[in-house]
């Protein structure tokens, strides 16, 4: 009895997690394929108004919460983006602690040199360890490491 209540509930995690990786979630949350393996790619590029920047993180914690999956592979895009505000910084540190228990590496692309100090912050704060990279190809790479 019990091997078959297991059987049914892999059977509907799998289905739901097929579901979820065959369409993009929004146009700034969606899977990505690395060297066979699935990395869940946010992003936050060219974000320069504080309520767009807002949305985009509380719609990241709503579906990696409501995914439930545990060893994420996440890669953050945060090119052309600017968020220096006080209001931004709290929501990314939240977001870091609502995202940790998922996420198994986190890697970062396009961060600028202010936005280096943010990312320490959030790192200090949420013991995430998000690491930052120049490219997306090495943040791949050493997320599938």
Same mark, same amino acid.
């Given at each position: 009895?019990?091997? /078959?209540?297991?059987?049914?509930?892999?059977?509907?995690?799998?289905?739901? *997690?097929?579901?979820? !990786? %065959? /369409?993009?979630?929004? %146009?700034?949350?969606?899977?990505?394929?690395? $060297?066979? $393996?699935?990395?869940?790619?946010?992003?936050?590029?060219?974000? +320069?108004?504080? @309520?767009?920047?807002?949305?985009?993180? +509380?719609?990241? %914690?709503?579906?990696? !919460?409501?995914?439930? /999956?545990? *060893?994420?592979?996440? +890669?953050?895009?945060?090119?052309?983006?600017?968020?220096?505000? /006080?209001?931004?910084?709290?929501?990314?540190?939240?977001?870091?602690?609502?995202?940790?228990?998922?996420?198994?590496?986190?890697?970062?692309?396009?961060?600028?040199?202010?936005?280096?100090?943010?990312?320490?912050?959030?790192?200090?704060?949420?013991? +995430?360890?998000? $690491?930052?990279? @120049?490219?997306?190809? @090495?943040?791949? @790479?050493?997320?599938?490491?």
């Amino acid at each position: 009895m019990t091997q /078959k209540i297991s059987q049914i509930i892999k059977k509907r995690d799998t289905e739901y *997690e097929t579901e979820v !990786k %065959n /369409k993009e979630i929004t %146009n700034r949350i969606r899977w990505v394929e690395h $060297k066979e $393996k699935t990395i869940l790619y946010i992003d936050y590029s060219h974000f +320069l108004d504080t @309520d767009e920047t807002i949305k985009a993180i +509380l719609e990241v %914690n709503d579906f990696v !919460k409501k995914l439930g /999956k545990y *060893e994420l592979l996440m +890669l953050v895009d945060v090119r052309k983006s600017y968020a220096d505000e /006080k209001i931004v910084v709290e929501a990314l540190k939240n977001n870091a602690l609502i995202i940790k228990p998922y996420v198994k590496k986190a890697a970062v692309v396009g961060v600028t040199k202010t936005q280096e100090v943010i990312l320490t912050v959030v790192n200090m704060f949420s013991s +995430l360890r998000i $690491k930052p990279f @120049d490219n997306i190809d @090495d943040a791949k @790479d050493w997320l599938i490491d």
